[in-house]
């Protein structure tokens, strides 16, 4: 009897022990479960706020909070033409918290750089490819040349005679003039600036003759009548400037564009990319966020990871001998 007495009483002060194990384990069960994501998403931005790249990682972040129900936190990290913050993220856990919206630089980033602290195509899991834009090419509104059929003439005439301006030793523009340069077979002395601004002070100035510019920097001076745009730099016309050439209609084989993509560190699982790649192209497929890409003078993609990644590596190769050729390193 005794006995029995002891065991009821043991088990009795074990029971709200054994309970709250099981309720623990019961809430780390849910817990592993809850969906992401479960607290606020960091996404990096390798350039300084204000920039093309900045505005659109704020419009898809705003808009794709709202649909989480978690903030997504935009963190500038420039230096380095994104290596700083590409290094930053590839020290991330690769739980989908911590992102980085990138422009195609990244792509020729190893042809540039002597070193950098990253394997470009190890240390990253593709995403999305988001949105691209064309480079323009324009000339004062008061310039001889009215087609690039006349710049083509006059570099040929009188080789060295012309230059134009970049934004800096590596930037999608520069890159943009060398393809000009190569497959035209002519030479325009490349002027390099510290950004798309200056360049274009310099033009309205008349130091050089031309350059080549993101949409966002040129299409205020187009509108307002000061420069003129001799074309755009994708193989076909923009449907922001439909009366401007492509390039290809002289240059056949011409195509250049600058491109925005998410990436999340390496190991990401195939199921979290598959998911942060479709909430951010229906992100992308909104109005509000169209919107803000027409003043950019950009066209949403959205991609599944597997063509971005394609994408990445399209990219580096076609740069590569253009690069070499050129002897271009990172300033």
């Known amino acids: 009897m005794r006995l029995r007495f002891l065991r009821r009483s043991l088990l009795g002060r074990r ?3 054994i309970a709250a194990t099981v309720a623990m384990f019961a809430s780390g069960a849910v817990s592993a479960q809850a969906p992401f994501p479960a607290r606020p998403v960091h996404v990096f931005v390798p350039y300084s706020p204000g920039g093309g790249v900045d505005i659109l990682a704020r419009t898809l972040g705003d808009a794709v909070s709202r649909k989480w129900g978690q903030s997504v936190v935009v963190e500038n990290r420039p230096g380095a033409g994104g290596v700083v913050a590409s290094q930053a993220l590839a020290a991330s856990a690769p739980d989908g918290y911590t992102l980085i ?6 792509a020729t980033n190893p042809l540039l750089y002597a070193k950098i602290p990253y394997d470009t195509f190890k240390a990253f899991t593709p995403i999305s490819l988001l949105a691209s834009s064309p480079n323009i090419l324009p000339v004062r509104a008061d310039s001889p040349f009215r087609t690039l059929g006349d710049v083509i003439a006059q570099a040929r ?30 030479d325009i002395e490349a002027i390099s600036y510290k950004g798309g601004a200056p360049a274009i002070n310099d033009l309205l100035g008349g130091q050089i003759q031309m350059s080549f510019n993101n949409a966002p920097e040129a299409l205020g001076q187009l509108e307002a009548g000061t420069l003129r745009a001799l074309a755009v730099t994708t193989a076909s016309r923009s449907p922001f400037l439909p009366d401007v050439p492509a390039m290809a209609e002289t240059v056949p084989g011409y195509d250049t564009e600058v491109w925005w993509g998410l990436l999340g ?31 950019l003078g950009a066209s949403p993609i959205g991609s599944s990871p597997e063509a971005f990644d394609a994408r990445i590596h399209a990219e580096y190769e076609k740069w590569a001998p253009i690069i070499k050729a050129a002897g271009i390193k990172a300033e």
């Not at 919206?101 to 990244?106: C, K, M, Y």
């Not at 301006?165 to 520069?174: L, V």
């Open 157 to 186: 005439a009188k080789p060295g005679s012309l230059s134009f301006g970049h934004a800096g030793n590596g930037t999608s523009t520069h890159l943009a003039g060398e393809l000009l340069k190569s497959l035209a077979r002519i």
């Open 265 to 295: 560190p390496a190991g990401m699982s195939s199921e979290l990319a598959a998911k942060l790649s479709r909430d951010f192209v229906t992100a992308l497929n909104t109005a509000e966020v169209n919107e803000r890409l027409a003043k």
């Open 101 to 106: 919206v990138v422009a195609s630089g990244h």
């Open 15 to 17: 029971l709200p022990a």
